[in-house]
């Protein structure tokens, strides 16, 4: 059984959290709501910026199964299963599974190399899940750099890695260096927020895997760019460039996507568990001005 290759543009959710520091079932619905009606083709949870490792086993289980209500089938759900051992991810994968995932976004354990026995981890997950993996490769997270060979050859060792979501830098390099390596069918996602996206798809990116808040202007660069005006996929990437650097601004970057997304009416609260940043009021009154200077926002939101 091979995985799917992911294409198009999804959305990584964000976990909402109440007043209290608690996970907010009520938001999650209204955020899958709200991301669902930009367009995206599908949605992945407990990722990094879903802050999954600020959960405890049974939070994770609470979002998994309201995510997965609240998309109701509409969309493929992705989620996110990265523990640093085999048996903790199988656990979570076949949760999953049960719940209602069509796939898992798996990264390596922190300090593992290519080789035989990250390749027995992943071909282990695969064969006691049975879900296709998104192979996620974010090395600021884990400290695992695959080089682009590695990818490929883990990729064909197990056939249910259907995607690998690169966020490796320099990202439009590292897409061309490894697509040119891949089997035939299997895709790659960016991530970094976006920020790289036009460049990504030139070089054989197949979409986007990321949590920017508006999720509908990447949707119009990625449809724009596979329906050939490149163009208008270049225009787009222009206009909301700030907005895109802006959100990923280190430490800070999570706490301005969920005030972009409380602003948007998609979640109640923008609350980070700490030791997460919080948003101060210098950026939250940056944020203010460039939303009104794209016209997302009028500025007394």
Known sequence: MTGSGLRGVFNILATPFSSTLEVDPGSIR???????????????????????HKLSAEERTLVVATAVEAVNERVPIIVGASHNDTASVIQAGTEARKLGAAGLMIAPPKGATAGKALTAHYRDIADSVGLPIVLQDF???????????DMAELVAAVPLIGTIKLESLPT????????????VGRTILG?????????????????????????????DIYRAWTDGDRAAATATYTRFLRLLVFEQQAGVGLAIRKEILRRRGFITNSAIRPPGQQLDDLTAADLTELLADLDLMPATQ
């Open 172 to 183: 439009p390099a590292r897409v061309a260096q490894t697509f040119a390596l891949l089997p």
């Open 30 to 52: 209204s955020l899958v709501d709200g991301v669902l009606s930009t367009g995206v083709d599908g949605v992945t949870i407990l990722g990094v910026a879903g802050e999954a």
């Open 191 to 219: 991530g970094m927020g976006g920020m790289y996206l036009l460049d990504e798809l030139r070089h054989g990116a197949a979409g986007t895997m990321t949590g920017f808040a508006y999720s509908e202007t990447l949707i």
């Open 139 to 149: 090395p600021a997270a884990n400290g695992v750099d695959l080089s682009p060979q």
